[in-house]
Nanobody, 123 residues
C-alpha cells in the first residue's frame, strides 16, 4: 500500500499563491503517476495536475493551465503543487493521489491511493 499525506492548504487572497505538498510512504516506488485533484461539495472530483513518477512529463486541467505547476522530488517521494494567481474559483479540497496503472493522468477513477485532502480557500 501507499500512504499519502498532504499539507500546505490554507486561506489566501485572490491573486496570491500557495504551495501544496504530498509525501508518499509505503510501497510508493510502485506508483506510475502522481496527481492532484480537487473537489467542491456537490461537484465531481476534478483533475488538476498529474506527473509520471520519476519523469518530467506533466499534464494540467484546462482551468489551471499557466497558473499551477506540479513538481516532483522523486528521491524524497514528495510531489508539490505550486498554485499562483489564485482565484476564488480555485477554492476546494485538494487531494493527492497515486496510481499504479498505465495512462492514469487526470482520470480519477484510475488512481489507487488517496490522501486525506487539504483545504484551499481563496477570497
Amino acid at each position: 500500500d501507499v500512504q499519502l499525506v498532504e499539507s500546505g492548504g490554507g486561506s489566501v487572497q485572490a491573486g496570491g499563491s500557495l504551495r501544496l505538498s504530498c509525501v508518499a510512504s509505503g510501497s510508493s516506488s510502485s506508483s506510475a503517476y502522481m496527481g492532484w485533484f480537487r473537489q467542491v461539495p456537490g461537484k465531481e472530483r476534478e483533475g488538476v495536475a498529474a506527473i509520471r513518477a520519476g519523469a518530467a512529463t506533466a499534464v494540467y486541467g484546462d482551468s489551471v493551465k499557466g497558473r499551477f505547476t506540479i513538481i516532483q522530488d522523486y528521491a524524497k517521494k514528495t510531489v508539490f503543487l505550486q498554485m499562483d494567481s489564485l482565484d476564488p474559483e480555485d477554492t476546494a479540497m485538494y487531494y493527492c493521489a497515486a496510481s499504479i496503472r498505465a495512462g492514469a493522468w487526470l482520470k480519477a477513477w484510475l488512481y489507487d491511493y488517496w490522501g486525506q485532502g487539504t483545504q484551499v480557500t481563496v477570497s
